[in-house]
């Protein structure tokens, strides 16, 4: 068994940098910007689940 190497998470500033280097001319500009977007906002939101 492998162990798993745990890296570091991005900050908003090291995503905001990814998503401007993402070029938006084109659908699939688009396409390859949103992965970052929504993996970024999945994150942000995953800590606010209703308390049951």
Do not use: F, W
Not at 15 to 38: E, F, M, Q
């Amino acid at each position: 068994m492998v162990p798993q190497l745990r890296s570091a998470a991005l900050a908003t500033p090291e995503i905001k940098r990814l998503v401007a280097a993402c070029r938006t001319r084109s659908l699939a500009d688009l396409r390859d910007r949103t992965p970052l977007l929504l993996g970024y906002a999945g994150a942000l939101l995953g800590g606010l689940e209703p308390a049951a």
